[in-house]
């Protein structure tokens, strides 16, 4: 079942210990304003893959990230969020894998459940439940008409 969050609000995501970001929820409109992005449509046509990635994620970022916690300059001093310091955040590897996995992944993995089948748990009644379900409605609407 796909739920709906209709309060529409930020939401805090822990990338790693000590290190939490405040970012808006993935919407239609920010995927759509992220690919037609200038600096993902600079992205030269021969970039590898992973170019595309760390281009997209960059500009999802910029544009999602409201607000952090624990992250600083040089000396330790706390810092505000700013496109260039969002840049250098997401070019430290494990909070670019953690800003994917607990961010970007979620909009692909609806994504994918549209073009394909969802994910099915474990196990051989795996399935089952959507079948009971579907035929349960099916019932249903057959006993109103």
Not at 104 to 128: C, D, I, R, Y
Request: charged residues 25%; contains cysteine.
């Amino acid at each position: 079942m796909l739920t709906l969050d209709l309060t529409n609000a930020p939401r805090w995501h822990d990338l790693a210990p000590g290190v939490c970001v405040q970012l808006r929820p993935l919407t239609t409109a920010l995927m759509v304003a992220t690919r037609s992005d200038p600096a993902v449509e600079a992205v030269p046509e021969e970039a590898s893959d992973e170019e595309r990635a760390v281009a997209f994620a960059k500009a999802l970022a910029r544009r999602a990230l409201l607000a952090w916690e624990g992250i600083g300059d040089a000396d330790g001093n706390p810092i505000d969020p700013s496109p260039e310091a969002i840049d250098a955040l997401l070019d430290v590897w494990p909070i670019f894998e953690a800003f994917q996995l607990t961010y970007v992944s979620k909009g692909l993995l609806l994504e994918q459940e549209k073009n394909a089948s969802a994910l099915s748990p474990n196990g051989p009644s795996a399935g089952a439940n959507a079948t009971a379900t579907l035929a349960k409605r099916r019932a249903r609407t057959a006993r109103r008409g």
